[in-house]
């Protein structure tokens, strides 16, 4: 069956930065479109990036929630199964339990940061960022 292991988060300081990976396995890894949430304490949980599955020619092939873009940036590694999220210029309203999700289904830019979008979820990784 398809798991998702994150890893990687932590404490850190306004303006530090964290890589979070996310080790796949279950499934052909480059035939899965990925993406990364947050859910912070109160909230809903919203979409951060995401990376098309290889093959689909789809402009752009990342996608990015407009928080977070310039600062975030989603990349994988198909022989390693592995899923990053590179974090720099860290905010404390970057806060949150972050998840690591996939589906099989190609994504574009109305279904990539949302929830519905995708049928695989790990189980998080807690971000706190300090001011």
């Known amino acids: 069956q398809v798991q998702l292991v994150e890893s990687g988060g932590g404490s850190v300081q306004a303006g530090g930065s964290l890589r979070l990976s996310c080790v796949a396995s279950?499934?052909?890894?480059?035939?899965?479109?990925m993406g990364w949430f947050r859910q912070a304490p109160g909230k809903e949980r919203e979409g951060v990036a995401a990376i098309n599955k290889d093959g689909i020619d789809n402009d752009p092939n990342t996608i990015y929630a407009d928080s977070v873009k310039g600062r975030f940036t989603i990349s994988k590694d198909n022989a390693k199964n592995t899923l990053y999220l590179q974090m720099n210029s860290l905010k404390p309203e970057d806060t949150a339990v972050y998840y690591c999700?996939?589906?099989?289904?190609?994504?574009?830019?109305?279904?990539?940061?949302?929830?519905?979008?995708?049928?695989?979820w790990g189980q998080g990784t807690q971000v706190t960022v300090s001011s």
């Open positions: 279950g499934y052909d890894f480059s035939t899965y479109a």
């Open positions: 999700t996939a589906d099989h289904l190609p994504m574009d830019q109305y279904t990539a940061l949302w929830t519905g979008a995708y049928n695989y």
